[in-house]
């Protein structure tokens, strides 16, 4: 199976900070990943889809890059509504959907 | 607009069983592949299986196998989740998603596993 990491678990930043959150894959999975960004009481809402598409409607402050095993996602100018947790997740095939480990972005 | 609704969720004694559903509306359901995603108090969200458009495909998380089984109704445009065996790790928020050629949730059910 597939594992997934994410780092840091919590980030504390700024408003207007650039904030960069780093996946990584335990085997490659090409560029089939996403991002989910959850706020509390909230389904996760996807920001991300095959690391680099930005879904329709998502601020373009939100950007993803990466290939094989390791992926990132930045915020290029943190803003109050993007204080949330953010999840990557893998959907190398149908039988494999695993989440990350959540990256908590707080106010510093 | 896409809808998804579960139901079936409470509160049960570990070893007992529920069966959730999901009712869809708002899109061709028989088109698409249906997922249930759970996410424990305080935890990340958890793939927990899905099926294909005619469920002649079906998988699971490894901590699911033998104990869950997913199976879907086209002609009443529902998802069901029929868990087994249940443990206090499945204690969880349950949500039925569309997560490929789209990406829509349900609101979740929230089951209970306690004695």
């Known amino acids: 199976d597939i594992q997934m990491t994410q780092s840091p678990s919590t980030l504390s930043a700024s408003i207007g900070d650039r904030v960069t959150i780093t996946c990584r894959a335990s085997?490659?999975?090409?560029?089939?990943l996403a991002w989910y960004q959850q706020k509390p009481g909230k389904a996760p809402r996807l920001l991300i889809y095959?690391?680099?598409n930005l879904v329709n409607e998502v601020p373009s402050r939100f950007s993803g890059s990466g290939s094989g095993t390791e992926f990132t996602l930045t915020i290029s100018s943190l803003q109050p509504d993007d204080f949330a947790t953010y999840y990557c997740q893998e959907y190398n095939n149908y039988s494999s959907w695993t989440f990350g480990p959540g990256t908590k972005v707080e106010i510093k | 607009e896409v809808h998804l609704v579960e139901s079936g969720g409470g509160l049960v004694q570990p070893g007992g069983s529920l069966r959730l559903s999901c009712a869809a509306s708002g899109f061709t359901f028989s088109s698409y592949w249906m997922f249930w995603v759970r996410q424990a108090p305080g935890k990340g969200p958890e793939y927990v299986a899905n099926?294909?458009?005619?469920?002649?495909?079906?998988n699971y998380v490894d901590s699911v196998k033998g104990r869950f089984t997913v199976s879907r109704d086209n002609a009443a445009n529902s998802v069901f989740l029929q868990m087994n065996s249940l443990r206090a790790e499945d204690t969880a928020l349950y949500y039925c998603a569309i997560l490929r050629g789209g990406n829509f949730w349900g609101q979740g059910t929230l089951i209970t596993v306690s004695s």
């Open positions: 099926i294909n458009q005619d469920g002649s495909e079906r």
């Open positions: 095959k690391s680099s």
């Open positions: 085997q490659s999975i090409s560029t089939w």
